[in-house]
């Protein structure tokens, strides 16, 4: 350890590439809200179609798929959002959304598990969703397929099932604002490096968890995302 750090510095979290012994480690974690209208629809919104809005995650939220995880502090009313998650590989800053795609190495299946009730609280009260969507364990991540081995983006299904019934179905075509517009956008206010992880925003379907359940999730060509709701902490 270096002798002038209180305690270790933390490693960056370490996601399986698929078909690969490689990590992608990641820096960051940006998640866009309201990208499928029929979601945005059900959660009482209409899409604002002048831009495109994020909340972030910290990368401590990540989650392996996998892992049975407590159910957790705080919370009475727990939601799983299905996902299409992007990898960066490269830097982007202030790019073209004909140069956006340049910036990405690959895609994974993900759920942006959610405190329904807290970020509902933070919404009525004018305040950050924090509580809400930075929780532990709730950016879960399956493993990352690299653009070459997944191809053109195009209709993927992607779906979601809870102890085998089907909660979440719709296509990436549907997204409001595509990856491509994303990563231009999201560009304009940052640098955006190697590391970085966009969780692309949920379908319509997104509804309460409960302990025991197990969540399926997957999008047509890349690995699926599981996930097991364990017992609540005391």
Same mark, same amino acid.
């Given at each position: 350890m270096n002798g002038r750090l209180v305690f270790d510095?933390?490693?960056?979290?370490? =996601?399986?590439?698929?078909?690969?012994?490689?990590?992608?480690?990641?820096?960051?974690? #940006?998640? !866009?809200?309201?990208?499928?209208? &029929?979601?945005?629809?059900?959660?009482?919104?209409?899409?604002?179609?002048?831009?495109?809005?994020?909340?972030?995650?910290?990368?401590?939220?990540?989650?392996?798929?996998?892992?049975? =995880?407590?159910?957790?502090?705080?919370?009475?009313?727990?939601?799983?959002?299905?996902? #299409?998650? !992007?990898?960066?590989?490269?830097? &982007?800053?202030?790019?073209s959304v004909e140069d956006a795609p340049q910036s990405v190495f690959g895609y994974a299946c993900g759920f942006d598990m959610t405190r329904r009730d807290r970020q509902q609280e933070g919404k009525d009260k004018r305040r950050p969703w924090d509580l809400g969507k930075d929780v532990e364990n709730s950016a879960v991540i399956g493993a990352i397929t690299p653009v070459a081995d997944f191809g053109p983006l195009a209709d993927q299904a992607i779906s979601l099932t809870i102890n085998g019934e089907t909660r979440q179905q719709a296509t990436l075509a549907d997204m409001v604002w595509s990856v491509a517009e994303i990563i231009a956008h999201l560009s304009q206010y940052y640098h955006l490096r190697a590391g970085d992880l966009i969780y692309t925003g949920t379908p319509a379907g997104v509804g309460p968890v409960e302990v025991g359940d197990v969540l399926h999730g997957t999008v047509s060509g890349v690995d699926p995302v599981e996930l097991v709701i364990g017992e609540r902490e005391i």
């Open positions: 510095a933390p490693t960056a979290p370490l =996601v399986p590439i698929a078909q690969s012994e490689q990590l992608f480690p990641v820096r960051r974690i #940006f998640c !866009v809200g309201r990208n499928y209208a &029929a979601h945005a629809a059900e959660m009482g919104h209409d899409v604002d179609r002048e831009a495109p809005f994020y909340f972030t995650k910290s990368p401590s939220a990540i989650c392996l798929s996998g892992q049975t =995880v407590a159910y957790p502090p705080g919370t009475e009313n727990y939601h799983h959002e299905m996902e #299409f998650v !992007v990898a960066l590989d490269g830097p &982007a800053f202030r790019v």
